[in-house]
């Protein structure tokens, strides 16, 4: 059974960190790419971050500069660093796998909130 457990969401004040943690369990997790998507209330799930299988990355250009993506094959866990964190930035973020376009799996998601 395939599970993606995510982690470390909350509330944080604008201009702070957070540090979004996925492990994966039942998948060859070292061959699939790994991504976060948020997904703002009343708004579409939208790509945040994703890092294949060989390490390369990609960010939504409103992320670039402020967001990390990380795995950690030996762990079978993704991570995201969120830094300079604004109030936009609020929404579920949801870990992804996905295997050559075919195979997709979804976590259930983790709340961050960024309010003073």
């Known amino acids: 059974q395939v599970q993606l457990v995510e982690s470390g969401g909350g509330l944080v004040q604008p201009g702070g960190s957070l540090r979004l943690s996925c492990a994966a369990s039942g998948i060859t997790f070292g061959a699939y790419t790994m991504g976060w998507y948020s997904q703002a209330p009343g708004k579409q799930r939208e790509l945040v971050a994703a890092?294949?299988?060989?390490?390369?990355?990609n960010y939504a250009d409103s992320m670039k500069g402020r967001f990390t993506i990380s795995r950690d094959n030996a762990k079978n866990t993704v991570f995201l660093q969120m830094n300079s964190l604004k109030p936009e930035d609020t929404a579920v973020y949801y870990c992804?796998?996905?295997?050559?376009?075919?195979?997709?799996?979804w976590g259930k998601g983790t709340l961050v909130t960024v309010s003073s």
């Open positions: 890092i294949t299988s060989g390490g390369s990355t």
């Open positions: 992804n796998a996905k295997l050559q376009s075919v195979i997709n799996y």
